[in-house]
């Protein structure tokens, strides 16, 4: 269970400083370094469509081979890239090799990747013009690509970055809202909210056993379906929790029951184990 591990390392490593600043500004460092020295690299997680039985996606994930960062998920170090003013260069270099990496496996017309960016540059009123030149020396269709951008951020919600969003989606991008559940999305923002799919935080999908959980997961499927967003549950683990979110009316699936971050080309490849049990 890496990511977890990666986590609760995270946990430890930055409680086991007393002085937060430094331990900030080793972070700091290391990104900074990272990024001068091109120690960053890719893995994918696929999405799969439990109706067509196949993968129809794949996500990227950042992770680095610098020493201090390849003990630390992007979870700890993205907000500190925020803060220095770097996740801007952080993620046009993740657009650029996840485009590079989608160019150099065959995938089927309609396959999306999804990539992950700060709602940060959702700020910037120039920021789909920077997608799109991306797109077009990469040479990749706005169609192909799905830009996920977590809840937790959305706490202002104003015109601008409405805006931003529409822009990407007129593009031909795919937008989707990432971590649903755990931010602060109100009601109000989501009907106002241009996304095409939203992801149901892996922290709901791993309680499914707590009835009050079900509740809370039943009203976010409900919701989805009434405002027309294409639904995925991530952090999937168990077939049982595939079967039961399906009969909710969810079909997107990622998590490590399909499989862990790998490479794309794996990722594309991967198949549901057993996957003759979910014909209910
Ligand atoms: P996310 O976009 O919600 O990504 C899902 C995270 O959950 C990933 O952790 C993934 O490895 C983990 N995960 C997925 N399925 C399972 C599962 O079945 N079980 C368990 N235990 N974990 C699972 P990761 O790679 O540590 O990423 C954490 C977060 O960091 C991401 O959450 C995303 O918000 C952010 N992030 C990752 N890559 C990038 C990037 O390239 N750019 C930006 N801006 N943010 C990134
Ligand atoms: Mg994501
Ligand atoms: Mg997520
Ligand atoms: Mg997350």
Redesign the pocket.
């Known amino acids: 269970?890496q990511?977890?591990d990666?986590k609760t390392f995270a946990r430890a490593y930055l409680s086991s400083y007393d002085q937060p600043l430094r331990q900030k500004a080793s972070v700091e460092d290391a990104l900074r370094r990272a990024l001068a020295d091109d120690a960053f690299y890719l893995v994918f997680?696929p999405l799969y469509d439990a109706r067509r039985n196949r993968v129809v996606g794949a996500?990227?994930?950042?992770r680095s081979s610098s020493e201090v960062l390849s003990r630390l998920?992007?979870?700890v170090y993205?907000p500190v890239a925020e803060k220095a003013n770097l996740?801007q260069e952080?993620?046009m270099m993740?657009l650029k090799k996840a485009l590079a990496a989608l160019k150099q496996i065959s995938v089927p017309d309609d396959f999306v990747l999804s990539?992950?960016?700060?709602a940060q540059e959702l700020l910037d009123s120039d920021f789909a013009q920077r997608i799109a030149a991306s797109l077009q020396v990469a040479g990749v269709s706005a169609t192909s690509i799905c830009l996920?951008v977590?809840e937790t951020y959305f706490v202002h919600m104003d015109q601008a970055k409405v805006e931003v969003l529409e822009q990407l989606r007129a593009m031909g991008c795919l937008v989707s809202l990432?971590?649903f559940g755990t931010g602060y999305t109100s009601f109000a923002h989501l009907q106002r909210l241009s996304v095409d799919e939203i992801?149901i935080?892996?922290s709901f999908v791993n309680r499914l056993d707590d009835p009050k959980a079900r509740v809370v997961v039943e009203s976010m499927v409900h919701i989805a379906q009434a405002l027309q967003y294409k639904l995925v549950a991530?952090?999937?683990?168990t077939l049982e929790q595939i079967e039961y979110l399906r009969t909710l009316g969810c079909n997107y699936f990622?998590?490590?029951?399909i499989s862990k971050?790998t490479t794309l080309e794996e990722a594309v490849a991967s198949t549901l184990p057993e996957s003759d049990c979910l014909y209910l």
């Open positions: 269970d990511p977890h990666a997680m996500e990227a994930l950042l998920s992007p979870e993205i996740i952080i993620d993740v990539i992950n960016i700060s996920e977590t990432d971590d992801k935080d892996r991530e952090g999937v683990e990622q998590g490590y029951l971050p």
